[in-house]
């Protein structure tokens, strides 16, 4: 553990002020030093009848085919943006069940919820959307990105393991 003896002559020359700096400029001096990357969320949308919910995007070359999802805008939290980004894509709305999973390489970071959706007909965003299905998500008889193929897998197990139902996102301590 560095003491303050120990720190360089330029942190014992700042300290001071930065204690003194209101939060704001604190803050907005860290994320000027800091490293930037994308933060993007997806969610394995659950029906009432087990199926999982698709979408064809126009955008996407190698996987046309995948889960709704998209990038946190500035301010808006992963959670807001992935119910946001269901509700885009597919009118439906979602909700939160659990975090399946979270990865990135250092210029991006992912994550991944499992949602339940209604059973009910989407309405897809046509400026980003081509067409959606309800698979089966032991065989979704579609190519998904190998993540998000992981993430189905994923949710599936959850949802078997889970005897007395999913708990929320917003329940846990």
């Known amino acids: 553990m560095k003491r303050w003896f120990d720190a360089s002559p330029w942190t014992r020359l700042l300290l001071p002020f930065w204690r003194r ?10 994320w000027l030093g800091s490293s930037k990357f994308l933060v993007g969320v997806a969610a394995v949308c ?3 009848k087990g199926r999982i919910l698709v979408l064809e995007h126009r955008f996407h070359n190698e996987y046309p085919w995948g889960l709704p999802g ?6 808006e939290t992963p959670l807001a943006c992935v119910v946001r980004e269901v509700v885009e894509e597919t009118g439906l709305q979602p909700e939160v069940l659990d975090v399946l999973w979270v990865e990135g390489d250092g210029e991006w970071v992912e994550i991944c919820y499992l949602c339940r959706v209604p059973d009910a007909m989407p309405v897809i965003q046509l ?3 081509k067409d959606y299905r309800w698979v089966d998500p032991i065989r979704p008889d579609v190519a998904l990105k190998p993540s998000q193929a992981w993430a189905v897998r994923l949710a599936t197990s959850r949802l078997h393991e889970a005897v007395s139902g999913v708990p929320h996102v917003a329940d846990r301590p």
């Not at 998209?70 to 301010?75: A, K, S, T, V």
């Open 127 to 129: 400026s980003e959307i």
């Open 46 to 48: 659950v029906n009432p």
């Open 70 to 75: 998209g990038w946190l805008e500035r301010g």
């Open 21 to 30: 700096a209101p939060l704001g400029v604190r803050r907005r001096l860290i």
